[in-house]
Nanobody, 121 residues
């Protein structure tokens, strides 16, 4: 069974840091883009950051300069280093990835279950 499992969420004070991790498991042939989304209460889910298989990245304007996305292809992992956290960063953070399960298959989009990040004093 293919899964994306996030970890690393929690409660942090404004100005603090957290590092989220996401592990892809199961029978996976290849991973294309890996992404982090977030959804705050009463708001739509939004793209926070994305990283290509080759390491190219892009970020939402609201997190540029504070968050860094990275991946380890051999471990099938993606990370989100979050610095200078603000209360408005409070949300459930979701891992998302385009997975190819076998050589002949196409890429399919998968979601993790989410991890809560709360920024509060």
């Amino acid at each position: 069974q293919v899964r994306l499992v996030e970890s690393g969420g929690g409660l942090v004070q404004p100005g603090g840091s957290l590092r989220l991790s996401c592990a892809a498991s199961g029978s996976i042939f290849s991973i294309n883009y890996m992404r982090w989304y977030r959804q705050a209460p009463g708001k739509e889910r939004e793209l926070v950051a994305a990283v290509s298989r080759g390491g190219g990245t892009n970020y939402a304007d609201s997190v540029t300069g504070r968050f860094t996305i990275s991946r380890e292809n051999a471990k099938k992992m993606v990370y989100l280093q979050m610095n200078s956290l603000k209360p408005e960063d409070t949300a459930v953070y979701y891992c998302n990835a385009d997975l190819q399960l076998n050589f002949y298959g196409s890429y399919t989009n998968y979601w993790g279950q989410g991890t809560q990040v709360t920024v509060s004093s």
